[in-house]
């Protein structure tokens, strides 16, 4: 490389002096941030070869302030979800209601009665109304919120089943992701895994062998989220495990993973296990909190775990949460719900909507396709699905990622599939702002 070319760089306090640059809003240190940037990879790239001259200072000044824009805001931020994927845990699992994002902002922008008992003017309990309202919505005697569901399984087998030991069955030994497994978590927990049945069949048998030979003290029910045995299989079911609890006076604990108030899943659960828990922001479509549900004394026990103040939920969710709840008591579906069952005609012409916006700006069609709950919920069932299909696909993609919104679809058999299904309201206006943007780029 001729070192002559480093040289013609410009310094960073004259690029950052000129007008573009000095005048620009932004403050000063993220400017200078990003000039520092810019003329570091231009060196670098300049002794790779990777490029071979110095580039004009408007195409300088140009990187500079759009990575200063970039620096400028947080990392963290909205993406437009346009897989279909509706519990996605990489994009944050449940959007929230409009009533319980408002209920985030008010807890999070004051002071709130958080632990505070006004009328009685002393201490209060935190997540009391939330608790309530969990009881009165799903009929449990007990309600518990923590900080996740992973916080509420583990804290359900440390304050009840430390030292004992837990039967579970061998198709439950289960990994549910980010490193959360069954049979880990059980051991820190200093509980005691009394592995019964196989990997495909488990019998009521088997955990009555386990409790008669006095191995087990405890059972446990995992709900085998994010996978599908399917064949030769069996287990065992709520009332069978049910039954066999109450028989030999030892405590039944569910793992439900995910739940929605009132469905069939969540009434068996509450009226067979002594304990249930589940995530908020999966079926329930809230915030990220561990849903403990269950018999009086034994969320009491868990309340005054000392672990419990370890995995307490945070304000902003509680906020969130209670304002969920009230949602589902007064029948408004929540995003998740609407999302969910959304019916195949009305995703049709929602998908035929957006291609009329869209067909202007970058002929496209609609396709049928299949999409998934995600989070765990009913595993290897497809929903039917629709999508507008863009292309060039990685073109395309590519494009929509860099966006100050980005907009993630998935790329199929060549094509951009845009999925209605999980698009917000304003969504379609943004990703034809962006088509018209990435127009505008290459014409
Ligand atoms: C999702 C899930 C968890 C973990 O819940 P988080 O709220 O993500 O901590 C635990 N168990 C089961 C069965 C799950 O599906």
Redesign the pocket.
């Known amino acids: 490389m001729n070192p002559e070319l480093l040289r013609r760089l410009p310094k960073m306090d004259l690029l950052l002096a000129r007008p573009a640059l000095a005048e620009h809003p932004l403050p000063y240190p993220v400017k200078r941030q990003a000039a520092r940037q810019v003329l570091d990879d231009c060196r670098r790239a300049l002794r790779e070869g990777a490029l071979a001259s110095v580039p004009g200072p408007e195409e300088l000044e140009g990187a500079v302030l759009r990575l200063a824009e970039r620096l400028s805001r947080p990392a963290l931020g909205r993406v437009i979800n346009a897989t279909g994927i509706v519990l996605h845990t990489n994009l944050g699992r449940a959007p929230l209601s409009r009533r319980a994002a408002e209920a985030v902002g008010q807890a999070a922008r004051g002071y709130s009665n958080l632990e505070y008992d006004l009328p009685n003017r002393r201490r209060g309990r935190r997540g009391e109304a939330a608790e309530g309202l969990l009881c009165s919505l799903t009929g449990a005697e007990g309600a518990l919120a923590v900080n ?4 509420a ?1 583990f804290l359900l087998l440390s304050a009840l089943a430390a030292g004992q030991g837990v039967a579970i069955s061998r198709g439950e030994l289960v990994e ?1 992701g980010g490193g ?1 497994r069954v049979p880990d978590i059980l051991a820190r927990s200093g509980a005691r895994l009394v592995e019964v049945g196989t990997t495909n069949k488990t019998r009521p048998a088997d955990y009555s062998a386990a409790l008669e030979s006095g191995a087990a003290r405890l059972l446990l029910k ?2 085998p ?1 994010n996978f599908r045995v399917v064949g030769f299989t069996q287990s065992a079911s709520l009332p069978e495990l049910g039954a066999l609890a109450r028989a030999h006076g030892v405590p039944l604990l569910c ?4 739940a929605a108030p009132g469905s069939p899943e969540l009434e068996e659960a509450v009226a067979w296990a002594d304990a249930v828990c589940f ?1 908020g ?2 079926l329930l479509g809230g915030p ?1 909190a ?1 849903i403990l549900l269950g018999r009086a004394p034994l969320i009491d026990r868990l309340r005054s775990d000392p672990l419990a103040r370890a995995l307490r939920i945070d304000k902003l969710s509680l906020a969130a949460l209670e304002a969920t709840l009230l949602d589902w008591r007064d029948g408004a579906a929540v995003p998740v719900s609407a999302m969910l069952s959304a019916e195949p005609a009305e995703l049709r012409a929602r998908a035929e909507a957006l291609r009329e916006a869209l067909n202007p700006l970058c002929p496209c069609d609609v396709v049928e396709t299949a999409g998934e709950a995600g ?2 919920a009913n595993p290897g069932e497809a929903l039917p699905a629709w999508a507008v299909a863009l292309s060039p696909a990685e073109v395309l993609d590519d494009f929509f990622r860099r966006r100050p919104v980005p907009i993630l679809g998935r790329i199929h058999r060549g094509k951009l599939l845009l999925d209605v299904r999980t698009l917000l309201p304003g969504d379609g206006g943004e990703i034809a702002a962006a088509l018209r943007a990435w127009r505008g780029d290459t014409l």
Request: overall charge negative.
């Open positions: 996740n569901n992973a916080a399984v549910i959360f995992v709900h989220s793992d439900l993973g995910a995530s922001d999966k990220q561990g989070g765990g």
